[in-house]
């Protein structure tokens, strides 16, 4: 299964580097299961998102690497991929950039070609650069999001609204981000998202993120020394604080780290999806 990163430090720019190589499962370690695809997301101090992508395993290749370890931000989003269907390539890897906004996605939407004409119509369609579903629905949410004039919340609930009523949906887990702003979706039951709310260790700086484990010994006291809110497929260290976000729930986390949570969607989508009814696709879902 695709797995999702997102960090929110609020208006501090931060190295993600414990959560994305040091911490007990780092992203990148869960990246070895994901062979199609691993990415990293950033804004730089004056807004502007910068990507990093590569079209095989984070465990592969050193740009995956050397943007975890070099890049700060006070927004990442990132992402190690198991296709679904489309080919390994960059252009099917996320995260994906529209609008200065930068998403990515874990899951299976079917109906595709409908998704296509619903694009069209809304002039949408020349968003869309890679085969996957993940970019399509990307492009929806953009083209809704510029209906509603830039309201990025009612461009969530419309594009998402349509696809849960009328395409085949298996998961439509995202995480989305901008220099100020995150959100982030578990929809439905079917595949996890966790959400981590961390308080400064030391109001002074002194306390430092620490990653133990047979092999790991860092400290990141950057990332201690500020609160900060961590969205993730998994659970990726031993903190007590890591909660299960409900099934249909939409988080939106502003610059000043206020949570908001909603439940926008229906309990289940209108085509549900079973893990059998995928096919050989279907180990790109299985939680491993």
């Given at each position: 299964?695709?797995?999702?990163?997102?960090?929110?430090?609020?208006?501090?720019?931060?190295?993600?580097?414990?959560?994305?190589?040091?911490?007990?499962?780092?992203?990148?370690?869960?990246?070895?299961?994901?062979?199609?695809?691993?990415?990293?997301?950033?804004?730089?101090?004056?807004?502007?998102?910068?990507?990093?992508?590569?079209?095989?395993?984070?465990?592969?290749?050193?740009?995956?690497?050397?943007?975890?370890?070099?890049?700060?931000?006070?927004?990442?989003?990132?992402?190690?991929?198991?296709?679904?269907?489309?080919?390994?390539?960059?252009?099917?890897?996320?995260?994906?950039?529209?609008d200065g906004r930068l998403f990515a996605h874990n899951g299976v939407c079917r109906g595709v070609e409908l998704l296509d004409e619903r694009l069209?119509?809304?002039?949408?369609?020349?968003?869309?650069?890679?085969?996957?579903?993940?970019?399509?629905?990307?492009?929806?949410?953009?083209?809704?999001?510029?209906?509603?004039?830039?309201?990025?919340?009612?461009?969530?609930?419309?594009?998402?609204?349509?696809?849960?009523?009328?395409?085949?949906?298996?998961?439509?887990?995202?995480?989305?981000?901008?220099?100020?702003?995150?959100?982030?979706?578990?929809?439905?039951?079917?595949?996890?998202?966790?959400?981590?709310?961390?308080?400064?260790?030391?109001?002074?700086?002194?306390?430092?993120?620490?990653?133990?484990?047979?092999?790991?010994?860092?400290?990141?006291?950057?990332?201690?020394r500020y609160p900060s809110i961590v969205v993730a497929s998994e659970v990726m260290d031993a903190e007590a604080g890591w909660r299960l976000m409900?099934?249909?729930?939409?988080?939106?986390?502003?610059?000043?780290?206020?949570?908001?949570?909603?439940?926008?969607?229906?309990?289940?989508?209108?085509?549900?999806?079973?893990?059998?009814?995928?096919?050989?696709?279907?180990?790109?879902?299985?939680?491993?």
């Open positions: 299964m695709c797995r999702l990163f997102g960090l929110h430090a609020g208006g501090h720019r931060v190295h993600a580097t414990f959560w994305l190589l040091s911490a007990p499962d780092s992203l990148s370690e869960q990246g070895r299961r994901q062979p199609d695809g691993a990415g990293i997301g950033i804004f730089t101090s004056l807004g502007a998102p910068i990507v990093s992508r590569q079209a095989e395993s984070a465990w592969h290749g050193q740009s995956f690497e050397l943007a975890a370890r070099d890049f700060t931000s006070s927004t990442f989003l990132a992402h190690v991929r198991y296709s679904s269907g489309s080919k390994a390539s960059v252009a099917n890897t996320h995260p994906f950039e529209q069209q119509r809304l002039g949408a369609a020349s968003l869309v650069r890679g085969q996957t579903d993940s970019e399509r629905i990307f492009a929806l949410i953009t083209a809704e999001t510029r209906r509603s004039h830039g309201d990025v919340a009612k461009g969530i609930t419309a594009a998402l609204g349509w696809i849960i009523e009328t395409l085949p949906l298996y998961s439509l887990n995202m995480v989305m981000t901008t220099p100020e702003h995150l959100w982030a979706l578990r929809y439905p039951e079917t595949n996890e998202l966790y959400i981590l709310e961390r308080t400064a260790d030391d109001p002074a700086g002194q306390g430092q993120l620490d990653a133990r484990s047979s092999r790991i010994r860092a400290h990141f006291p950057d990332l201690a409900e099934p249909g729930e939409l988080v939106s986390v502003g610059p000043d780290l206020g949570v908001e949570s909603s439940k926008p969607f229906p309990s289940r989508p209108a085509f549900p999806l079973a893990l059998s009814s995928l096919g050989r696709h279907a180990a790109s879902q299985r939680p491993d």
